[in-house]
């Protein structure tokens, strides 16, 4: 079933700013990914969180989960133009499946 | 390494006809899976199999057969295509599946079908 929800689902940005998405999951997980997508193209792996960790960093990536709140972030820091994509987040329940997301737009301008 | 392949890149069937989407991976993952991705619904799992000879239905799997005969290959079959099933498929594979540690899936480029 589809578990992860991004919020915003559309964004855009200038060049240089920061990206900041969401996503709320509704039960338990073992880990959450977040995957990047580009136009036409398949989804590319970006960073897992597991469920016993707080917050992970990946180059320009920073993703925090609060499994609380059953909720994640990703923001990406100085945002380029090649950061346009997709984003969706997964959570992993441990039932041998990623329940997706609907995905997080994001447009960088130049 | 090719990682994940699927052909064809695009099909245009007519409704009642049949087709096989193929999908192959040379990473020696045991984990495949099959998604459909449509506009405003994210991805949604069709079928998957943890290893050779073992499949096992996923959220939306009505309409679509599976078979996993070796390590390498999951075809995805559409016995009688619907214009329900226009959409586009991506095949994704790991390692051993999911657990507690997680693991990356990869994934294949896309099958853009569309039924008539």
């Known amino acids: 079933s589809q578990q992860g929800e991004e919020d915003p689902q559309a964004l855009s940005i200038q060049e240089g700013e920061n990206a900041t998405m969401n996503c709320s999951y509704k039960?338990?997980?073992?880990?959450l990914q977040w995957y990047r997508q580009n136009s036409g193209r398949g989804l590319v792996h970006l960073i897992l969180?597991?469920?016993?960790?707080r917050e992970k960093h990946s180059g320009r990536l920073r993703v925090t989960l609060d499994t609380s709140k059953k909720s994640s972030s990703l923001l990406i820091t100085a945002s380029r133009a090649a950061d346009t994509a997709s984003y969706f987040c997964?959570?992993?329940?441990?039932?041998?499946?990623?329940?997706f997301g609907k995905g997080n737009q994001v447009v960088v301008i130049p | 390494n090719a990682g994940v392949t699927q052909t064809p890149k695009f099909q245009v069937l007519k409704t009642g006809q049949s087709m096989t989407l193929q999908c192959a991976q040379d990473?020696?993952?045991?984990?495949m899976s099959w998604y459909r991705q449509d506009p405003g619904m994210g991805l949604r799992l069709i079928h998957y199999?943890?290893?050779?000879?073992?499949?096992d239905q996923g959220e939306v799997p009505n309409g679509y057969n599976v078979s996993r005969s070796t390590t390498e290959d999951f075809p995805l079959r559409l016995l009688s295509a619907a214009p329900s099933q226009t959409s586009v498929y991506f095949c994704?594979?790991?390692?051993?599946?999911?657990?507690?540690?997680?693991?990356?899936?990869?994934f294949g480029p896309g099958t853009r079908l569309l039924v008539l």
């Open positions: 990473m020696n993952h045991e984990y």
């Open positions: 997964a959570t992993d329940e441990g039932n041998n499946r990623l329940a």
């Open positions: 969180i597991r469920s016993n960790e």
């Open positions: 039960t338990s997980i073992n880990n």
């Open positions: 199999s943890v290893g050779a000879g073992i499949t």
């Open positions: 994704a594979s790991s390692y051993s599946g999911q657990g507690f540690f997680g693991e990356t899936q990869y």
